[in-house]
């Protein structure tokens, strides 16, 4: 690729999920004129005020910092403007109004983490490993009215390994996501990029989740329970409840067992093993109400664990 004309960007961001991309662009030749995020919240006994993660980054390069508390703001908006922006950039933030989306000569982009029009919403990551999916990936879109409906702009497939679960796949894809956010600014630059529309026939939903997703129900195959699992370690977790309250389980390994879905068949000085509709997950990391994430055997200790037992 010929070396890009610099654009003149914002950044808008928030978790930490952006900030590889945000650091990419800002060791780029384009120009980052603001950076957008949140309000910092109140948080803690003290009230202390928290910046999110991407403004923390922006400070620590010296840019300039928009934080409106609604991106309806004229005065927002006036500022953008003011700016006139080449691009503008989204990296897991809010939804834009319109006025704001247009406003840029070549239009805005938003990275997505999946393989659109697979998993459009709040929780890609989550549903791909509670689908058990070998595969996913990130892509760079046009924003339009609809969110996750615009023109798509590059894709990356990446594998979804056995052992991965919540933590290390996201993590994997923030770093490859900001390699086509660079990737895509630099299409746009030369002039090259070629968007196409999205095939609403193959679109599939990923809502935010909730503590119903969340419980683990050991009627479901083992699979599936494994699966569940993994969609929400280390956190929040994937949980059920014992007579000692609400316990999160975050790592298991399918395993043979046969009986009545949630009985405990078996107790090792390792862990434990629960019987689901088909098979069984032998548990080897949990962490009880209110305590630390501790290794089941551990929590074993603790809090005693006999065959016949009932989880759920």
Same mark, same amino acid.
């Given at each position: 690729m010929n070396n890009p004309t610099p654009l003149k960007i914002v950044f808008m961001g928030t978790p930490d999920f952006a900030v590889p991309a945000l650091k990419a662009l800002n060791s780029s030749p384009h120009h980052i004129q603001a950076v957008v995020t949140v309000p910092d919240k109140q948080q803690g006994r003290g009230r202390r005020e928290k910046p999110s993660a991407v403004k923390i980054v922006a400070l620590e390069f010296g840019l300039p910092i928009l934080q409106p508390e609604k991106l309806t703001s004229p005065d927002f908006i006036s500022t953008l403007k003011e700016l006139t922006p080449d691009v503008i950039v989204v990296v897991a933030f809010k939804i834009l109004p319109e006025a704001v989306f247009i406003l840029p000569k070549y239009g805005s982009f938003n990275l997505h983490a999946s393989l659109l029009p697979k998993y459009r919403g709040a929780a890609p990551i989550h549903w791909a490993l509670l689908n058990g999916d070998v595969e996913t990936g990130v892509t760079t879109f046009f924003l339009k009215r609809r969110v996750d409906t615009g023109n798509i702009i590059k894709q990356i497939k990446i594998p979804i390994l056995p052992e991965d679960n919540l933590h290390t796949l996201y993590a994997r894809l923030c770093e490859v996501g900001a390699e086509l956010?660079?990737?895509?600014? $630099?299409? /746009?630059? $030369?002039?090259?990029?070629?968007a196409g529309e999205q095939d609403n026939s193959l679109a599939s939903p990923a809502p935010k989740v909730t503590s119903e997703t969340r419980l683990l129900d050991f009627?479901? $195959?083992?699979?599936?329970?494994? $699966?569940?699992?993994?969609?929400?370690?280390?956190?929040?977790g994937a949980f059920t409840h014992r007579d000692s309250g609400l316990l999160k389980i975050l790592s298991t390994r399918r395993v043979e067992g046969l009986g009545a879905p949630g009985t405990i068949l078996q107790v090792?000085?390792?862990?434990?093993?629960?019987?689901?509709?088909?098979?069984?997950?032998? /548990?080897?990391?949990?962490?009880?109400?209110?305590?630390?994430?501790m290794d089941a055997a551990s929590y074993l200790r603790g809090y005693p664990i006999e065959i016949g037992d009932i989880l759920g």
């Open positions: 956010v660079l990737e895509t600014t $630099n299409l /746009i630059a $030369n002039g090259s990029n070629v009627q479901e $195959n083992a699979e599936k329970c494994h $699966n569940r699992v993994r969609a929400f370690a280390p956190s929040p090792s000085e390792d862990g434990f093993t629960v019987a689901c509709s088909e098979g069984a997950l032998e /548990i080897t990391s949990v962490q009880p109400e209110s305590k630390k994430v």
